[in-house]
């Protein structure tokens, strides 16, 4: 079975990626920008807020080994769905939350998603996640990618804390 691609941002891409990787069946995940009109940004400009950019994960899958509403699932559980341009202590738009679907398939799922979750009463306020087309991903430079397994390598005895 070919491999499928999923899209999400939520919140700052360091810890999306690495939560994506632990997910048995996914085969790859890259950090990224995606969603906004500036080609091919660097990551100081999509910081500045003003390239329409959110910082985000692609994940390649096994869809024989992971269905795509198990990394919806994730998803829901990795951040804040509720905050508007933001997550913790990261403001901006580039933070935001966000389904960027592959094909109308992923699109109906990802709206299911986020209606169940709406009705389960898991969250206070509303659900604020954009459900949009994918347009251009552009891969972030290569010293975001992978970054927790990078600094764990570089303290091992466990200096970043929850990693």
Same mark, same amino acid.
């Not at 390649?60 to 905050?83: I, R, S």
């Given at each position: 079975?070919?491999?499928? %691609?999923?899209?999400? /941002?939520?919140?700052?891409?360091?810890?999306?990626?690495?939560?994506?990787?632990?997910?048995?069946?996914?085969?790859?995940?890259? /950090?990224?920008?995606?969603?906004?009109?500036?080609?091919? !940004?660097?990551?100081?400009?999509?910081?500045?807020?003003?390239?329409?950019?959110?910082?985000?994960?692609?994940?390649?899958?096994?869809?024989? %080994?992971?269905?795509?509403?198990?990394?919806?699932?994730?998803?829901?559980?990795?951040? #804040? !769905?509720?905050? !508007? #341009?933001?997550?913790?202590? #990261?403001?901006?738009?580039?933070?935001?939350?966000?389904?960027?679907?592959?094909?109308?398939?992923?699109?109906?799922?990802?709206?299911?998603?986020?209606?169940?979750?709406?009705?389960?009463?898991?969250?206070?306020? %509303?659900?604020?996640?954009?459900? %949009?087309?994918?347009?251009?991903?552009?891969?972030?430079?290569?010293?975001?990618?992978?970054?927790?397994?990078?600094?764990?390598?570089?303290?091992?005895?466990?200096?970043?804390?929850?990693?």
């Amino acid at each position: 079975m070919a491999s499928e %691609k999923a899209t999400f /941002a939520a919140g700052c891409f360091w810890g999306v990626e690495a939560a994506f990787r632990k997910i048995y069946g996914v085969t790859d995940a890259a /950090a990224g920008y995606t969603g906004g009109s500036t080609a091919d !940004p660097t990551y100081e400009q999509v910081c500045s807020g003003r390239t329409g950019h959110a910082e985000a994960v692609q994940v390649e899958f096994d869809p024989g %080994k992971v269905q795509y509403e198990d990394l919806l699932e994730a998803f829901w559980d990795m951040h #804040d !769905p509720t905050t !508007p #341009d933001r997550q913790g202590a #990261d403001r901006g738009s580039q933070y935001r939350s966000a389904i960027f679907f592959h094909s109308p398939e992923q699109e109906q799922q990802a709206l299911a998603s986020r209606d169940r979750q709406e009705r389960s009463g898991r969250y206070r306020g %509303k659900i604020v996640t954009q459900i %949009k087309p994918i347009s251009t991903f552009y891969r972030a430079e290569d010293y975001h990618q992978r970054y927790f397994e990078r600094q764990r390598r570089r303290f091992p005895w466990g200096l970043l804390n929850n990693t």
